[in-house]
Nanobody
């Protein structure tokens, strides 16, 4: 198990940027994938992006080209750079970890609120 703590959320104008950070309580070197989920009011939870330990990344179509996920195994952190934010990006963003032997992401953080509004 690994504990995850998200930070960096807040209120931002449409078109603005935020950088979310996920701090892990232990090494993520051997974690197969680190990901960011989000859940907007009245909507299903969505996997926004994930990064595999070899550096391969994947993004939801809704954020592709605007968001960038990165991981720093030395610092045990995973960041999500969000640019050109839209009101529909408003959600609680969660960091999660997935081991190779697990069927789904786990070790969820508490989440950080991102609100995009004028």
């Amino acid at each position: 198990q690994v504990q995850l703590v998200e930070s960096g959320g807040g209120l931002v104008q449409p078109g603005g940027s935020l950088r979310l950070s996920c701090a892990a309580s232990r090494s993520i070197f051997n974690i197969y994938a680190m990901g960011w989920y989000r859940q907007a009011p009245g909507k299903q939870r969505e996997l926004v992006a994930f990064i595999i330990k070899d550096g391969t990344t994947n993004y939801a179509d809704s954020v592709k080209g605007r968001f960038t996920i990165s991981r720093d195994n030395a610092k045990n952190t995973v960041d999500l750079q969000m640019n050109s934010l839209k009101p529909e990006d408003t959600a609680v963003y969660f960091c999660a970890a997935k081991r190779f032997t697990s069927s789904a992401f786990g070790s969820w953080g508490q989440g950080t609120q991102v609100t995009v509004s004028s």
